[in-house]
């Protein structure tokens, strides 16, 4: 008996070193980086069983405390099922994904891409499918899309912010998707919103694009606000392409960027720059923004860009470092082949290339 409550008395103080141990490390991320997040679409109901696996063997033992779910159409939608995809995930399938957060204390903040990102290529996707009146382009068909660029400038629809029963349609989708993740987040996209202000939209043409972008955000985050959500979303449509020499695809050449001073002061910006370690997260913060830097498929490029942030956070002022929040990484593909490629040995591809950086972060948390 004696040897048996001297063992269980070993068993215990390690797993309290453990504990320990662990909460110090995590202590130490929080101060370094206190967002360590991941985006990523959210998986198809064949893929959950291992997307929770991913869940609670990977992203829970390396800290990471943020998980973004492009969830778009892919849910069974009951305020507007005619928006559903085919099998979508259903609300079983999204408790399994809430528990797993929850358990390891994730954040979870599910997003439908809104303004932009209504089509990709011939597809015109389920919102203006179902809802053709709020297209802001409805002279464009998608069915003429041959490549980037086009005629048409075609890359991605928008819809129209004006129209006056498009709010109805997505403050519902908002607030069922919000309850059914039991988040206090909620993404948005409005990346790469290349149709506004559109000369042909009887509600939007002569407007500002600005004043524009700006409305809608502002739109959905009081919307958010009314129940106690708060609004992400990506940062390029607020930052000038031609001054700072960004161009148009991770910064704005149609006149949207001076929207950054007319937004909500509770949207969280997620900075995206794959190419450099462009230094917009500080041009955020400085206007009173919380902001993410967001990497993608360059190990290399986003330990840079998380010591870059650790760095800032570390040289500023408190009010400045408040808004310097950490690291979000993207994924740009489905979950199942991205999965694939982070569970085996195989190099040479995309979902290789953005597997090992998120790997490389993992590992570096671990330094931290």
Same mark, same amino acid.
């Given at each position: 008996?004696?040897?048996?409550?001297?063992?269980?008395?070993?068993?215990?103080?390690?797993?309290?070193?453990?504990?320990? /141990?662990?909460?110090?490390?995590?202590?130490?991320?929080?101060?370094?980086?206190?967002?360590?997040?991941?985006?990523?679409?959210?998986?198809?109901?064949?893929?959950?069983?291992?997307?929770?696996?991913?869940? /609670?063997?990977?992203?829970? +033992?390396?800290?990471?405390?943020?998980?973004?779910?492009?969830?778009?159409?892919?849910? /069974?939608?009951?305020?507007?099922?005619?928006?559903?995809?085919?099998? %979508?995930?259903?609300?079983?399938?999204?408790?399994?994904?809430?528990?797993?957060?929850?358990?390891?204390?994730?954040?979870?903040?599910?997003?439908?891409?809104?303004?932009?990102?209504?089509?990709?290529?011939?597809?015109? *996707?389920?919102?203006?499918?179902?809802?053709?009146?709020?297209?802001?382009? %409805?002279?464009?068909?998608?069915?003429? *899309?041959?490549?980037?660029?086009?005629?048409?400038?075609?890359?991605?629809?928008?819809?129209? %912010?004006?129209?006056?029963?498009?709010?109805?349609?997505?403050?519902?989708?908002?607030?069922?998707?919000?309850?059914?993740?039991?988040?206090?987040?909620?993404?948005?996209?409005?990346?790469?919103?290349?149709?506004?202000?559109?000369?042909?939209?009887?509600?939007?043409?002569?407007?500002?694009?600005?004043?524009?972008?700006?409305?809608?955000?502002?739109?959905?985050?009081?919307?958010?606000?009314?129940?106690?959500?708060?609004?992400?979303?990506?940062?390029?449509?607020?930052?000038?392409?031609? #001054?700072?020499?960004?161009?148009?695809?991770?910064?704005?050449?149609?006149? #949207?960027?001076?929207?950054?001073?007319?937004?909500?002061?509770?949207?969280?910006?997620?900075?995206?720059?794959?190419?450099?370690?462009?230094?917009?997260?500080?041009?955020?913060?400085?206007?009173?923004?919380?902001?993410?830097?967001? +990497?993608?498929?360059? %190990?290399?490029?986003?330990?840079?860009?998380?010591?870059?942030?650790?760095?800032?956070?570390?040289?500023?002022?408190?009010?400045?470092?408040?808004?310097?929040?950490?690291?979000?990484?993207?994924?740009?593909?489905?979950?199942?082949?991205?999965?694939?490629? *982070?569970?085996?040995?195989?190099?040479?591809?995309?979902?290789?290339?953005?597997?090992?950086?998120?790997?490389?972060?993992?590992?570096?948390?671990?330094?931290?």
């Amino acid at each position: 008996m004696k040897r048996l409550l001297t063992l269980l008395a070993c068993v215990c103080a390690t797993l309290m070193a453990t504990a320990a /141990e662990n909460e110090t490390q995590t202590t130490k991320l929080d101060e370094a980086l206190p967002v360590r997040g991941l985006a990523i679409q959210a998986p198809t109901k064949e893929g959950l069983d291992l997307f929770v696996k991913f869940i /609670e063997e990977e992203l829970a +033992p390396a800290h990471f405390n943020l998980l973004i779910l492009r969830v778009d159409w892919n849910y /069974e939608y009951k305020s507007h099922p005619e928006l559903r995809d085919p099998d %979508p995930l259903t609300e079983k399938d999204v408790k399994r994904l809430v528990a797993a957060c929850k358990k390891h204390g994730i954040r979870l903040a599910p997003q439908i891409n809104l303004l932009g990102h209504q089509s990709w290529a011939e597809t015109t *996707y389920a919102l203006l499918r179902e809802y053709p009146q709020f297209d802001e382009t %409805p002279h464009v068909d998608t069915k003429n *899309y041959t490549s980037w660029p086009n005629p048409d400038g075609l890359y991605c629809k928008s819809y129209c %912010p004006l129209h006056p029963d498009m709010p109805r349609v997505v403050n519902a989708l908002i607030d069922e998707i919000t309850e059914v993740f039991e988040t206090d987040l909620f993404h948005a996209g409005m990346d790469e919103v290349f149709y506004i202000a559109d000369d042909h939209c009887p509600r939007c043409a002569g407007k500002d694009p600005a004043e524009l972008f700006a409305g809608e955000v502002n739109r959905i985050q009081n919307h958010l606000a009314l129940t106690g959500k708060r609004l992400m979303i990506w940062g390029d449509r607020l930052i000038d392409g031609k #001054t700072t020499g960004l161009g148009a695809w991770e910064a704005s050449m149609n006149n #949207t960027a001076r929207a950054i001073d007319m937004i909500s002061k509770d949207v969280f910006i997620c900075d995206w720059h794959y190419e450099r370690a462009d230094l917009t997260a500080v041009y955020f913060a400085m206007k009173g923004l919380d902001v993410a830097t967001c +990497p993608w498929r360059r %190990p290399e490029l986003a330990v840079e860009q998380m010591n870059d942030m650790i760095s800032w956070r570390n040289q500023t002022t408190a009010a400045t470092k408040s808004h310097l929040q950490g690291i979000i990484e993207t994924v740009w593909s489905p979950a199942e082949p991205f999965l694939k490629s *982070y569970y085996s040995s195989e190099t040479g591809d995309r979902n290789a290339d953005v597997a090992n950086t998120v790997k490389r972060l993992m590992e570096e948390y671990k330094k931290l």
